[in-house]
């Protein structure tokens, strides 16, 4: 084979190449979830905004992202929870006590995701103080699934970054995002939804979440062994119960699942220190107070994160 046909062969290849390079270097100077670590071409709070666009990439998206935050800096302090918790906000934390944490809350999170953030963060640092954020709509082994995947294929299989799709479409609201500030691209998520249609949402997701109950003995053992493992560790532990609209007490009297819920806190009760804000009776009277029927407004989250995180404990011995 003459040196003519071999560079045909050669800038062929090149030719058919280029589109893949191209692709593979879009990917590393956008990237939307800081996996590579190259560039810093868009800013940490749009990234983390293009996150929560939607009801799909804000589960997958958070704990993605928080896992590869912590991994590259691992705080001795953590929350972890699911989407109640997601809004804490630790500068508040950081002002009343002078500490650092790090939230890995993640909307979605169950109970089997919650265990296996855990044990990532212990792997990582010597943990110090972990905040259990719990809710009883998860508290069912009937609601088994985990989202743990999202973050752990990536570290097991990192060439997965370049080859699925949702890190395609994400650089790619990224760099929209960037550009044009299109406030459609970054609020679709259930948040911003008009009135009437959040509330046909709230009753969708009690239906979806409670229509079939078990009891979840599972889940009480795994936070035994973690309760255990805390204590042989001189790890600080709590756990916090967020309060919820009492629409959702009103559906699980109406189907016979509120001696359940109340099952869900004694099972807490017993593993340690719980600040259990579902006690605050007038704020769930409130709907204004609520985004939908699970998630307090932000405005509400802070008030509530000042209470847990006080320098004056005033207020939460009068909950607890």
């Known amino acids: 084979m003459t040196t003519k046909t071999l560079s045909k062969y050669f800038f062929k290849a090149l030719l058919f190449a280029l ?7 879009f990917i590393i100077v956008v990237d939307p979830y800081n996996f590579i670590g190259l560039f810093k071409v868009i800013d940490d709070k ?6 929560q666009r939607t009801d799909e990439s804000s589960p997958r998206g958070n704990i993605l ?26 500068s508040i934390i950081k002002k009343n006590t002078g500490e650092d944490y790090f939230n890995f809350c993640a909307p979605g999170a169950s109970f089997t995701t919650i265990f296996k953030t855990f044990w990532f963060a212990a792997e990582q640092t010597r943990l110090e103080k972990v905040c259990f954020q719990l809710a009883f709509m998860n508290y069912n082994l009937e ?12 570290f097991k299989r990192p060439y997965e970054y370049f080859t699925t799709k949702e890190i395609f479409f994400d650089a790619v609201a990224n760099v929209a995002w960037a550009v044009t500030r299109d406030k459609r691209i970054v609020s679709r998520s259930y948040e911003f939804l008009p009135p ?3 509330e046909e ?30 204590d ?28 359940d819920k109340l099952k869900f806190k004694e099972d807490i009760y017993s593993m340690g220190y719980t600040y259990d804000l579902d006690k605050l009776s007038g704020l769930k009277k409130d709907r204004f107070n609520f985004i939908d029927y699970f998630h307090p407004t932000q ?6 994160t000042g209470i847990v995180w006080a320098a004056d404990t005033t207020k939460l011995q009068a909950i607890n």
């Open 143 to 154: 609601r088994e699934y985990d989202l743990w995947h999202f973050a752990g294929n990536y």
């Open 19 to 25: 589109p893949v390079l191209i692709y593979v270097v």
């Open 65 to 90: 992202w928080k896992t590869v935050a912590f991994k590259k800096n691992p705080t001795p302090n953590i929350i972890i929870g699911d989407s109640q918790g997601k809004d804490i906000d630790v």
């Open 196 to 198: 009437g249609e959040m």
């Open 232 to 259: 042989e560790n001189n790890i600080e532990y709590s756990f916090l119960i967020l309060p919820v609209y009492k629409g959702v007490d009103e559906h699980l009297a109406k189907n016979n699942l509120f001696d």
């Open 299 to 304: 405005k509400v989250m802070d008030s509530l």
């Open 201 to 230: 949402l709230a009753q969708f997701r009690l239906d979806l979440f409670f229509s079939k109950y078990s009891y979840p003995e599972p889940y009480k053992d795994e936070l035994r062994k973690i309760v255990k493992y805390c």
């Open 46 to 51: 749009d990234k983390f905004r293009v996150v």
